[in-house]
């Protein structure tokens, strides 16, 4: 009974606009939603929907690695299982998750997040998920930094108000 309440409250909130937590770069150009913090880095989720994680004082993207099933970082790559449409930096490229997934297989090589020398080094891993280079047109990320500082502020942008009797409504 208290899930269901949840639920429905959780619904009209989402329903009634409620504001949207935002992050800007430093020319003011909307990158998405903020949907969490970690350390230093923010999790946006961009408006064509994919997941990215950024150094706020920097711009850049959080790095990780890119694994294959064949030695000398031949073949498919591919990047953990939670990387299904999010963006990651791997040495100098960019790569997304195109939700194609694998289940329990071993790597047999990978590349270092912060390298981009291989290492044939056997990875058993449970599952992961395609990677395709990053395409900033289909993803709303750059291959690069993105302009920072970056700011986050709330969006009401369509939504006046908070609630109906206005008391939440800024006076500009």
């Given at each position: 009974m208290q899930r269901c309440i949840m639920i429905l409250i959780l619904s009209a909130i989402s329903v009634s606009g409620w504001p949207e937590v935002i992050a800007r770069d430093a020319n003011g150009q909307k990158i998405g939603i903020v949907s969490?913090?970690?350390?230093?880095?923010?999790?946006?989720?961009?408006?064509?929907?994919?997941?990215?994680?950024?150094?706020?004082?920097?711009?850049?993207?959080?790095g990780d690695f890119v694994y294959f099933l064949e030695t000398d970082c031949a073949g498919v790559p591919y990047l953990a299982q939670t990387y299904s449409n999010a963006v990651i930096r791997n040495g100098n490229a960019f790569w997304y998750g195109n939700g194609n997934a694998v289940q329990d297989v071993e790597f047999l090589s990978y590349n270092h997040p912060s390298t981009d020398s291989c290492v044939n080094q056997t990875v058993p891993e449970p599952s992961g998920v395609e990677a395709v280079p990053n395409d900033p047109a289909v993803t709303g990320v750059p291959n690069g930094l993105f302009v920072a500082p970056f700011r986050i502020e709330l969006d009401s942008a369509g939504s006046p108000c908070v609630f109906n009797d206005r008391f939440e409504c800024s006076m500009d």
């Open positions: 969490g913090q970690e350390r230093w880095y923010f999790s946006i989720v961009t408006p064509t929907q994919f997941t990215v994680r950024i150094q706020a004082e920097s711009g850049q993207i959080q």
